[in-house]
C-alpha cells in the first residue's frame, strides 16, 4: 500500500517540478492523528524551494486530482497525512493471498556459508548462533527471489584434531560412543579438553624445573606428540589416517544428529582435508604478477599497507599453507564449480580483519566476482558469566541447550494445562516446536552485528517479544478459525472497514517489502520484529472487533478472511526464521 502511494507521489514531483529520483518516505499513521498514512515533505523542501505547508498543500491537490482512492488529506507541520477511500484498502486486501511471502524470481545464485566446525568437539552455543543466522539469511534470499545454495567447510583437520587423537589414544582405553552411550561428537570433545587438562599439568611440572613459560609450552611432551602426529597424518602414516577416520566418522554422526534438531541442512560440504592444499597454484600467480613477495626465507607475503592493512603472510617458509592460502583456493573452487552472484560468508565478528584480506587479496588477483563477497559479521554470544572456553570445557553445549528449552517448554505447557486432549505424540512434538522456537527466536530477533547475552528463562516467556508470544497468537487463530468451521469465502466489496481493520491490513501488506530489506541487509531480525509488530496488531485488532459472535456477515466473514491470512503471514514469516508452529499452546 505505501509503495502505491511512494509512486504516486514520485511521479508528481517528476511532473509538477521536473524533479527525478526524489523518494518520500511514506508511513503508516498514527492512530491519535488524522488519516490512514503520513508523508514526510521536509526532503523535497530545498529542492522545490517552497515551504512544508505549500508544498504539503500542492502534493495533497495532486494526489486528489491523479487518484480517485485519497478522500482527504490534511498538512501538519511539515507532513501529509492522508485519508484513504474505503476501496483503496479492499483491493490491497484481495490480492494478499497470491504468493504470500515469496516475491518475483531474480535469476541470481547466491551461495550461503555458515556452520563450518571443527571436528575436535560438539557444537555450542556460538554455533547455534551461526548456524540459526546463516539458515534464516538462506530461507530469506530465496523468499526475495534468489537462488540460494547453502554450504559449510568442515575444518577436519589440523593440529587440534590430532590433540583429541592424542588423547584418546592415551587416555581412551578403547571406548567409543556405542560403548559409552555418549554422542560421538561429545566423546571426542571430552579428549579435547582431557589433552588440555594434561598439557597444563606438563607445563607447570617444566615450569618448576626453571623453564620459562613460553619454553615450557613449546617443550611439553605431549604438544610435541600432537604435533609429530600432525606431520604424519600430512605424510600419510596409515595408522594415522584409520584413527583420525573413525574419530571424525563419530563426530559427523553427532553433527548431524544436532543439526537435524536444530532444523538446520546444507546442500553441499567440503573439507578442510580436501581444501588445504588449494591456492597454491594461486601464490605462484601472485607471484608472477607481482602481486606478492617472497622474503629471503622462502616465505610468500602480500603488502597491504596501503590500504590501511599490513603485511599478510600466504606461504610459510617450509612451503606449508595458512588458513588465507586456504580460503583463497576454496573460494576460486566455488566459482569455479557453481554459477553463483554472491557469497556470504556467515562467521563471527574476530575474523573481520581475515575477511577484509581475502577479499583484497582476490581483488589483487584480478578476479572480477571478488566485488560479491560479503562477511556476514555477527556478534559473539555470552553468558551472564561470561564468555565460553572449549578447551577448558566452559561452554554450553548445543545438545544440552535445545533440551533445555524443550524441557521447559514441557513444564510450562504442563503448569497451563492445555493439551490435555491431545496424543503423548502430539504434546512432545508441541513441547519441541515451542522450546527450539523460543531459543531461535530469541537470538534472531537481535541485529546479527550485536552482541548476545543470553538468558534462557528470558526466550521461553509467553509474553512480550518472544517465539512462544508469536506462536500463541498463531495457535489462537487457528483455533477460532475451528470454531467457526472457516471456509474460504469472498470478504464482500462494499463492506466498510474500521481502523483497527485498516491498521492491520496495512501491517500485512508491509511483508514483501520487510522480506526485501531482510534479504538486502542480510538480518532475520528484520522479520522477527515485523512478525511481533504484525501479531500486536492482531491482538489489538481481535480484542476490539466481535468476530464469532458478530451478527453483521460481511463484517464476520472479512474479520475471519483476514485472521486466516494473518495466521497465514505470521506462519511464512516464521518459516523464514526456521521456527515451526503449532495449532494449540
Known amino acids: 500500500m505505501k509503495k502505491q502511494i511512494q509512486e504516486a507521489i514520485t511521479q508528481i514531483i517528476q511532473d509538477k517540478y521536473q524533479l527525478s529520483d526524489v523518494l518520500l518516505e511514506v508511513q503508516q499513521n498514527k492512530s491519535e492523528f488524522e488519516g490512514d498514512f503520513t508523508v514526510v515533505i521536509f526532503p523535497l523542501v530545498k529542492l522545490a524551494r517552497k515551504s512544508p505547508d505549500t508544498l504539503g498543500n500542492e502534493l495533497g491537490e495532486a494526489l486528489m486530482a491523479a487518484t480517485d482512492e485519497v478522500s482527504s488529506y490534511q498538512v501538519v507541520k511539515g507532513f501529509l497525512n492522508l485519508s484513504m477511500k474505503n476501496t483503496f484498502f479492499l483491493k490491497a486486501f484481495s490480492s494478499f493471498n497470491q504468493n504470500l511471502g515469496q516475491l518475483p524470481a531474480k535469476q541470481q545464485t547466491v551461495m550461503v556459508e555458515y556452520s563450518s566446525p571443527n571436528t575436535n568437539k560438539p557444537l555450542h552455543l556460538g554455533h547455534v548462533r551461526n548456524n540459526l543466522l546463516g539458515y534464516s539469511v538462506a530461507q530469506i534470499l530465496k523468499a526475495a527471489g534468489y537462488d540460494v545454495i547453502k554450504t559449510q567447510i568442515i575444518n577436519d583437520r589440523g593440529i587440534h584434531i590430532c590433540k583429541s587423537m592424542l588423547a584418546w589414544q592415551k587416555f581412551g582405553n578403547g571406548e567409543t560412543p556405542a560403548s559409552t552411550g555418549l554422542k560421538g561428537d561429545k566423546l571426542v570433545g571430552n579428549y579435547y579438553v582431557k589433552f588440555d587438562q594434561e598439557y597444563k599439568k606438563q607445563i607447570d611440572e617444566l615450569k618448576g624445573q626453571g623453564l620459562s613459560e613460553d619454553e615450557a609450552k613449546k617443550q611439553a611432551p605431549i604438544i610435541l606428540e600432537a604435533q609429530k602426529m600432525l606431520l604424519d597424518w600430512e605424510n600419510g602414516d596409515t595408522e594415522v589416517r584409520a584413527l583420525w577416520s573413525t574419530m571424525n566418522a563419530w563426530v559427523y554422526e553427532g553433527f548431524n544428529a544436532s543439526y537435524e534438531r536444530m532444523g538446520v541442512d546444507f546442500d553441499q560440504r567440503q573439507y578442510e582435508s580436501q581444501t588445504y592444499l588449494l591456492g597454491k597454484d594461486l601464490i605462484q600467480e601472485g607471484l608472477s604478477k607481482g602481486v606478492f613477495f617472497q622474503k629471503e626465507d622462502g616465505s610468500v607475503w602480500i603488502d ?18 595458512v588458513y588465507m592460502t586456504q580460503d583463497l583456493g576454496t573460494a576460486v573452487e566455488r566459482f569455479k564449480d557453481n554459477d553463483i552472484q554472491q557469497l556470504i560468508y556467515t562467521v563471527g565478528n574476530e575474523q573481520d580483519y581475515h575477511f577484509q584480506v581475502l577479499f583484497l587479496v582476490l581483488k589483487k588477483l584480478g578476479y572480477s566476482w571478488a566485488e560479491y563477497l560479503h562477511h556476514l559479521s555477527y556478534g559473539m554470544v555470552e553468558l551472564p558469566n561470561g564468555k565460553m572456553k572449549s578447551r577448558e570445557g566452559t561452554v554450553v553445549d548445543a545438545d544440552d541447550l535445545m533440551q533445555e528449552m524443550y524441557l ?11 493439551l490435555e486432549n491431545l496424543s503423548d505424540e ?24 550485536k552482541k548476545i547475552l543470553f538468558n534462557p528463562a528470558e526466550s521461553i516467556d509467553f509474553n512480550g517479544n518472544t517465539g512462544p508470544f508469536i506462536q500463541y497468537t498463531y495457535a489462537r487463530i487457528q483455533s477460532l478459525l475451528a470454531k467457526a468451521s472457516y471456509a474460504e469465502e469472498a470478504a464482500e466489496t462494499n463492506y466498510e472497514l474500521n481502523t483497527s481493520e485498516k491498521e492491520l491490513l496495512v501491517v500485512l501488506s508491509q511483508f514483501d517489502e520487510v522480506i526485501a530489506k531482510a534479504a538486502d541487509t542480510l538480518s532475520p531480525a528484520q522479520v522477527a520484529n ?9 491482538n489489538s485488532f481481535y480484542q476490539n472487533n466481535p468476530i464469532l459472535n458478530q451478527e453483521d456477515e460481511s463484517a464476520k466473514t472479512f474479520r475471519l478472511k483476514i485472521s486466516k491470512i494473518t495466521g497465514q503471514t505470521i506462519q511464512r514469516a516464521l518459516q523464514l526464521l526456521g521456527i515451526g508452529t503449532v495449532n494449540r499452546m
Open 304 to 321: 597491504l599497507s596501503e590500504e590501511g592493512l599490513d603485511q599478510k603472510l600466504l606461504l610459510r617458509s617450509d612451503g606449508t599453507s
Open 426 to 449: 502430539e504434546k512432545e512434538a508441541s513441547y519441541e516446536t515451542v522450546g527450539l522456537g523460543a531459543l531461535k527466536y530469541f537470538i534472531l530477533k537481535i541485529d546479527p552485528k
Open 530 to 538: 515485523y512478525t511481533y509488530d504484525l501479531v500486536k496488531t492482531y
Open 408 to 418: 521447559t517448554a514441557k513444564e510450562k505447557a504442563q503448569e497451563l494445562g492445555k
